[in-house]
């Protein structure tokens, strides 16, 4: 079984920054694509950035240029550092993992992001 664990949430003004840590333990194996996803009340859960296991990343539209992700091989844990913050980036965030050896996905518990104008 594969736990995911996620920090770094919390309440920010508008053009702050915050840092989101989902850290895998348990019996991940090879982990394959790391990601994060989001979800505002009354919409739908929408991508955010993901990472490959070699560091090529994608980015939604909305968020290019303000947060990066990356993550720690090693600690099995993903990161999104995010800068210049909006109050539309208020959202539950989750992680997402990819497990390769024994095929799956897995979510994190999700933590809340909420700005402030």
């Known amino acids: 079984q594969v736990q995911l664990v996620e920090s770094g949430g919390g309440l920010v003004q508008a053009g702050g920054s915050l840092r989101l840590s989902c850290a895998a333990s348990g019996s991940t194996g090879s982990i394959g694509v790391m990601g994060w996803y989001r979800q505002a009340p009354g919409k739908q859960r929408e991508l955010v950035a993901t990472?490959?296991?070699?560091?090529?990343?994608n980015y939604a539209t909305s968020v290019k240029g303000r947060f990066t992700i990356s993550r720690d091989n090693a600690k099995r844990t993903v990161y999104l550092q995010m800068n210049s913050l909006k109050p539309e980036d208020t959202a539950v965030y989750y992680c997402k993992t990819t497990t390769l050896t024994l095929p799956a996905v897995y979510w994190g518990q999700g933590t809340q992001v909420t700005v402030s104008s």
């Open positions: 990472i490959s296991s070699g560091g090529s990343t």
